[in-house]
């Protein structure tokens, strides 16, 4: 028969991901692991993490982005960017900051979109927070004839000159834990390893205190999603605003209320599959819980929004750059343009699920910001 001579072609065994075996070795040894711990190996494990070694956008990746879905989003987010630069006075210096830039399609537009603004391209310093040895290549192409600097963290950032720092779909990427409700009170959902990967649960008193005091009494079986590591970013990033002066702002999905449900998700091949299945090949996030942001940075800097993309975009007048790039270009870019901002803007598509926050600090005075 015909196919039996094509299968001795084939290979054996679909390979696992080697990141099961440190994960299996792991659970074995220390016993159920923390969601924290799961994401952490899973999505930045030095070898073998998710985003260490691929490039997941795109249509022929696993998620599609906002900037790689139109060059509006990178370009909106250069002119708010300036505007930021000129109302702090024009600094002679700026340290520009982008965590988790991809593939740095959003910089370069931004970029791109600034070009003509004079004084400004002289004072930028770019600096990209970027974990990803593969996605750090991607942006050197983009990005080398800005001369960025790339760093793990924000701790190796100078502190010298005012800053701004922007990150899209960043804080979702960042470890959370989720949490149950139990007729014995709060529990840690955690990885256990049995043949299949499942969820296990651990009660500790310590969880209680993680849940919000309105959603303690939440029905047994509730879910509670609780991100220390994002809420501390803010808290890292509002540090530096106070120092240095300047603003950020960050988009993301999720929402504006502190609420209970369970939103861990895994995307492959732009599907949605089962949380638990593909480890290593499929990225997994959760929402992003704003209220938990703005909770941990308002008494510290100035806090704008969350607003939906949406109405961020439109009010840093999105629909007007459509409209100059329709008029001056052929019919089949008109289409990619349109195409592009519904994407972005329409409630339907990106335009309400994903929010928008902005901090700011100008040496203990108000930095209004535009876009919210
Ligand atoms: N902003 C881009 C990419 C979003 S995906 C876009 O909109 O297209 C998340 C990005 O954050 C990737 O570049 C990923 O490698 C990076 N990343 C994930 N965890 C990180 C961490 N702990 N520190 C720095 N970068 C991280």
Redesign the pocket.
């Known amino acids: 028969m015909w196919w039996q001579s094509a299968w001795h072609g084939m290979s054996g065994l679909r390979m696992p991901n080697p990141i099961e075996d440190i994960l299996k070795a792991d659970i074995q040894e220390n016993g159920p692991m923390s969601l924290a711990r799961f994401l952490e190996i899973v999505?930045?494990h030095p070898q073998y993490g998710y985003?260490?070694n691929r490039d997941?956008?795109g249509g022929g990746g696993d998620?599609v982005?906002?900037?790689?879905v139109s060059q509006l989003f990178g370009e909106i987010i250069g002119a708010w960017a300036a505007d930021v630069w000129m109302k702090m006075g024009q600094p002679e210096r700026l340290i520009l900051c982008?965590?988790?830039?991809?593939?740095g399609?959003?910089m370069a537009d931004a970029m791109r979109a600034t070009k003509g603004l004079p004084d400004f391209h002289e004072a930028v310093e770019l600096h990209l927070?970027?974990?990803?040895p593969i996605?750090q290549e991607r942006q050197r192409a983009a990005l080398g004839e800005f001369n960025p600097q790339w760093h793990?963290?924000l701790e190796n950032l100078p502190d010298d000159a005012p800053m701004i720092v922007m990150?899209?779909?960043?804080l979702?990427?960042?470890p959370f834990i989720s949490l149950q409700k139990t007729r014995e009170g709060w529990a840690e959902r955690v990885v256990n390893y049995d043949g299949a990967y499942t969820f296990d649960l651990r009660l500790a008193a310590e969880f209680e205190d993680l849940v919000p005091f309105h959603l303690k009494k939440a029905e047994a079986g509730s879910i509670f999603e609780a991100a220390p590591v994002r809420n501390e970013f803010m808290t890292r990033v509002s540090e530096r605003l106070k120092r240095q002066g300047g603003a950020a702002v960050f988009i993301d999905y999720g929402h504006v209320k502190t609420s209970l449900g369970d939103t861990f998700q895994a995307l492959k091949d732009n599907k949605y599959v089962e949380a638990l299945s593909c480890i290593g090949d499929a990225?997994l996030t959760s929402h992003v819980d704003f209220e938990a942001l703005v909770a941990e940075v308002f008494d510290q800097v100035q806090v704008h929004g969350p607003v939906t993309q949406g109405e961020f975009l439109r009010a840093l007048g999105v629909e007007v750059r459509a409209q100059m790039l329709i008029d001056s270009n052929s019919e089949q870019q008109c289409a990619d343009v349109k195409n592009g901002l519904h994407r972005l803007v329409a409630s339907s598509e990106m335009g309400a699920l994903f929010k928008v926050i902005g901090l700011s600090y100008w040496h203990g005075k108000e930095l209004e910001i535009a876009g919210f």
């Not at 927070?129 to 990803?132: A, T, Y």
């Not at 990150?167 to 960043?170: A, H, Q, V």
């Open positions: 999505l930045s985003y260490m997941p956008f998620f982005t906002a900037p790689e982008e965590c988790g830039p991809g593939r399609t959003l927070l970027e974990i990803s996605l793990k963290g990150g899209n779909e960043f979702d990427a960042l990225d």
